[in-house]
């Protein structure tokens, strides 16, 4: 089932925004179409009971203000670009510095996480779907060449949602999309240092002090960013300078839809499987939330209120020739699957 609504106008041009309600079985998850955002995510817990599990924010403008990008659709590049330049076919680009002023993130300052998407709905089979499309003109925000992106979002009953992203381009230009849902399994009350998370992931990249991949690629083995055997968020957090917001180097490469994380939260008992086809996730423990985020239920978002598990290319590989290359020709077709799929255990 699909409902819709009226979620307001964008403050600036006044575009009207719509917000569709996909239901499935015991799970609804509600995109907008202003940033192609996860605004609600309704999940049940051991006990049936159901609860929003990812932050966000009770009004349109709340999004618009907002510096976190919950929940949004990120591009063309997730992620940093160092000092928001790189080259292509020996032309240099520049993409606005939104990441105090060093570096570009997230597609710089009006990346796709700012624009209206059009939007077509399906439904097959008790599996409802959104199908956002929107194309980023050449030049906008810096970027090489006039983008196509199409994503689709589809809510099976048993509890898998499904986000695929493609595009096209008409010139060689990097592309690296991903959501930002910040995620909290305990229905976004307290923080998620208990949460119990497994990686998939053998693997990560070090940064430098403004979180630009170094180009070394290290195994997780003995510190503190082996998850491999699962364990809480927060057990090894003070061993991480700053908190972490590293990408996670996933331990299968090959390109087909492959484990990437496991999470489960005790006092809930839900549980999250991330799959993907990406090669990397960027995995974010909320550090830079410090209560003025103030959400939902007036519910202000402190530190580490939620983390975050965003599949793409490594960060800044445009700029990174030893890692495997974001940059998509004309002719070829980006596509990547990320599948969340929820249920609950039994607590010991």
């Not at 589809?154 to 910040?182: C, Q, S």
């Amino acid at each position: 089932m699909i409902e819709k609504r009226v979620f307001g106008s964008t403050q600036e041009l006044g575009d009207q925004v719509m917000l569709y309600t996909l239901k499935a079985g015991e799970y609804e998850v509600s995109i907008s179409t202003y940033g192609g955002i996860i605004v609600n995510l309704l999940v049940p817990d051991v006990h049936g009971h159901k609860a929003d599990i990812v932050l966000g924010y009770d009004t349109l403008e709340g999004y618009e203000k907002g510096t976190a990008y919950f929940g949004a659709l990120i591009g063309r590049v997730a992620n940093r670009i160092k000092g928001g330049s790189f080259s292509v076919d020996g032309r240099q680009y520049h993409v606005p510095c939104n990441d105090n002023g060093v570096n570009a993130l997230h597609g710089g300052p009006g990346g796709l996480h700012t624009k209206v998407w059009h939007v077509l709905t399906s439904e097959v089979d008790g599996a409802p779907a959104v199908h956002l499309s929107h194309i980023s003109e050449a030049g906008e925000m810096g970027f090489p060449g006039t983008l196509k992106v199409h994503v689709d979002y589809i809510l099976y009953p048993e509890g898998k949602l499904e986000i695929t992203y493609a595009a096209i381009a008409d010139r060689v230009t990097p592309v690296n999309l991903t959501n930002h849902a910040y995620f909290n399994l305990a229905g976004c009350e307290g923080n998620v240092l208990e949460h119990e998370l497994q990686l998939f992931c053998d693997r990560y990249l070090p940064v430098d002090d403004q979180l630009i991949p170094t180009g070394e690629i290290v195994a997780v083995r003995d510190t503190p960013f082996d998850f491999t055997d699962g364990k809480p968020i927060g057990r090894d957090l003070a061993s991480v300078p700053g908190g972490y917001d590293h990408c996670m180097v996933l331990s299968d490469a090959g390109e087909r839809l492959k484990r990437c994380a496991y999470v489960r939260d005790p006092k809930s008992g839900r549980s999250m499987r991330v799959y993907t086809t990406m090669e990397g996730v960027q995995f974010y423990s909320g550090n830079f939330l410090d209560g003025r985020d103030v959400g939902r239920d007036g519910t202000p978002y402190v530190k580490h209120a939620g983390f975050c598990l965003e599949t793409q290319h490594f960060p800044d590989a445009v700029n990174q020739p030893d890692f495997p290359s974001c940059l998509l020709k004309p002719g070829e077709t980006y596509k990547h699957t990320t599948v969340l799929e929820f249920n609950t255990y039994v607590k010991p």
